[in-house]
Structure formats: C-alpha cells, structure tokens
C-alpha cells in the first residue's frame, strides 16, 4: 500500500540495505556491455537503484526516489492482471535481427534502435525491413532515436522507413522544438508516423513542455528517472496523452516497477519496453521477468521482488554477481550522496 506518511529511511539505512551487483549483457547498449545495479533489500520488497554512470547526483536522486518507493511504500493498486511488452533490437546488423527477436516470447510488437551514433541510414532501412519480414504484416514496429536526428534528418528517415509501416517514433529529434516541427512537417507530407517522446519526458525539468506545446502523440514513461509509479502516473494524468511504458535496461527487480506503472495505468493502448532483461546475459532473480506469450503477469512481478533473489544475493552480499570491491564502494558512495538529497518526512 502506498502510504505518504511513510518516512524515507535514512542513508545509513539504504547503504545497510543494499548490494551492488554487475551484470554481463549480451549485445552492447547505450555503448555498454555490463550493467550494474544496486540492489536494495528493502521492508516491502526487492528495489533497484541504477541510475546511468553519467548522471549528477540530483538526477540520480530521482531514480532513487523511485526505490525508496518499491521497498519501502509501495505501489498504487494494478487494474489488469497481464501487462503486453515489446522486444527491443538494439542497433545490430540485420544478421543478428533474428536471433534477437527469437528470445522475447510470443512479441509481436519490436522496437528498433535507430540513427546510433557511426551507422548510417542504410543501416536503419535493412534493421528494419529484417525485423518486419521476420515478425511479418501484422506486427507492430516502432523506432528509437534517442534524439539523434535532426528535424530534417528525421523528416528523411521517417519518410523512408515508413514504408514498412511504423507505429511510432520514439525521440526522433533531440529536443520539443525539433519534435514538434518534425510533427508539423510529417503531417504536411502525409507521412503517418506518429511521434513520441521519450527523453524529452524522463530527462525534463519540464516533462508537460511536450503535451503543452504539441510536440509529441504519444508519451513514454519510465519509472526511475520519473522518480516512481505514482509521480509519473501523475504526469501521464497531466500530459493527457497516450503513455507507453518503458524500462531503463532494468534487472528484473527493476523491471517489476515497470510492470506495477503500466499494471495501474487507466489506459494503456500499446505494448511496453518492459522486455530489456532479455538484454542481460545474467539476471538477479530466478526465474526472470520476461515475457510470457508476449506478455508479463503482474503477479509474477510481485512475486519477484517479494520474494529470493537468486542464491546468495543479500543485502550485503551479491554472491557471483557482486561487483568488485571499488565499484561497490563507487555505488555506496552515490547512494549515500543521492540519500542525502531525498525530502525526509
Ligand atoms: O523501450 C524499450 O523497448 C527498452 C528500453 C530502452 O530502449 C532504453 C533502455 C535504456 C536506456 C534508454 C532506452 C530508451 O528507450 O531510449
Ligand atoms: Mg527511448
């Protein structure tokens, strides 16, 4: 139960609670091949908190926010029981499409990775056109940006990869001007391509500048940097827009606040990027939280962080998946600083 009059427990006792784990994927992503997470074991639940290496301390406090929520207050109540979830292709050759798409279960929605960063369009059109003739017309396929185009850039690509049928674009273009020119100028060309917004959201000190200004369809929300499952269900409520739910590269603990966001979402009308572990080559819990004939159970996300984490992960010991000892203490440290930051009641 979600209760405001939950105090936030103190730094010392988040670091007391936590674990830090490293865990190796099995294709690069976000130009990684290890993602590390700190575990937190706390009164109501398993909780993550991983934020991105990169990111500042007042950032960072948000995600931690969102695990203070999962261990310690808890969630809103769900209104469905089965959460539908995507399979995400990162930006691999066309060789490896296949491989990928094999392992989410029963999917029939894909996100694409595209405009990474040293690829080229050409690159984008065949990821594509091997996703769409491997899932085959009925599937669903949207792609992912993460901002690298122009609006122009954008414009182009759209254009042309919409010839095999996207549901929508996620961050095109890097900021709200850009996408809502990108938006005006699809729909002068009538290319039917919706768009969403994705770190235009989630990175914003703003994250309604979007709805207000008519920039975007569509809204992705992710429950870390939003800073929890009732927040951004408050900033879907207050964008008024169609919301898909999606992950940070989450383990599987991190995932099922993932699964309570989209579970207690009022409406949600598309498949979420709730599919990531499947990224992971090694995960925290057994069995993981992966889809099932293409969806999640939102009992079986409760189940997972209420429950065991795989043998010997505890609140201070990660077993074989502990990170090393300067790592570990790199973590602490964040945690203890990001602590520090949260309002105390
Ligand atoms: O939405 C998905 O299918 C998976 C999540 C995903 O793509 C992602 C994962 C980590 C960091 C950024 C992103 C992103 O959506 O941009
Ligand atoms: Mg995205």
């Not at 007042?58 to 995600?63: G, H, K, P, V």
């Not at 990175?203 to 929890?228: C, F, N, W, Y």
């Not at 995932?255 to 090694?282: F, Q």
């Amino acid at each position: 139960m979600p209760s405001a009059a939950t105090p936030a427990p103190s730094p010392e006792e988040l670091v007391a609670a936590a674990t830090v784990v490293s865990l190796p994927m099995r294709v690069r992503f976000r130009g990684v091949l290890e993602r590390e997470a700190v575990l937190l074991h706390g009164p109501l639940a398993w909780a993550e908190f991983a934020p991105f290496p990169e990111y500042a301390d007042e950032e960072a406090a948000r995600w931690l926010a969102a695990a203070v929520e999962a261990g310690w207050a808890g969630w809103p109540e769900p209104v469905r029981d089965r959460v539908p979830v995507n399979a995400t292709v990162p930006a691999v050759g066309p060789d490896r499409v296949g491989e990928v798409l094999a392992r989410y279960d029963g999917c029939t929605t894909a996100k694409v990775k595209v405009a990474e960063r040293g690829q080229e369009l050409a690159d984008d059109m065949a990821r594509v056109a091997e996703v769409r003739a491997v899932l085959g017309p009925a599937a669903r396929i949207r792609v992912d940006a993460n901002g690298g185009w122009t609006p122009d850039q954008a414009r182009e690509a759209l254009t042309r990869l919409s010839a095999y049928g996207l549901e929508y674009a996620e961050q095109p273009c890097a900021d709200v001007p850009g996408l809502a020119r990108l938006r005006r100028d699809l729909a002068r060309d009538g290319v039917d391509v919706p768009v969403a917004a994705d770190e235009s959201i989630r990175r914003s000190e703003d994250p309604l500048r979007v709805a207000r200004e008519g920039a975007a369809d569509l809204v992705v929300v992710k429950v870390p940097p939003l800073g929890g499952v009732a927040a951004a269900l408050r900033i879907v409520a207050d964008c008024g827009l169609p919301a898909v739910v999606s992950s940070a590269l989450d383990t599987s603990v991190g995932m099922a606040a993932g699964v309570a966001l989209a579970a207690a979402l009022p409406a949600l009308e598309h498949a979420c990027g709730l599919g990531t572990v499947e990224l992971l080559a090694r995960d925290v819990a057994t069995p993981s939280l992966v889809p099932v004939a293409g969806s999640i159970s939102v009992a079986d996300a409760l189940q997972t962080v209420r429950g065991d984490l795989v043998p010997g992960l505890t609140a201070g010991g990660g077993g074989d998946l502990a990170a090393g000892p300067e790592r570990r203490a790199w973590w602490l440290d964040r945690l203890a600083r990001c602590a520090a930051l949260l309002p105390r009641a």
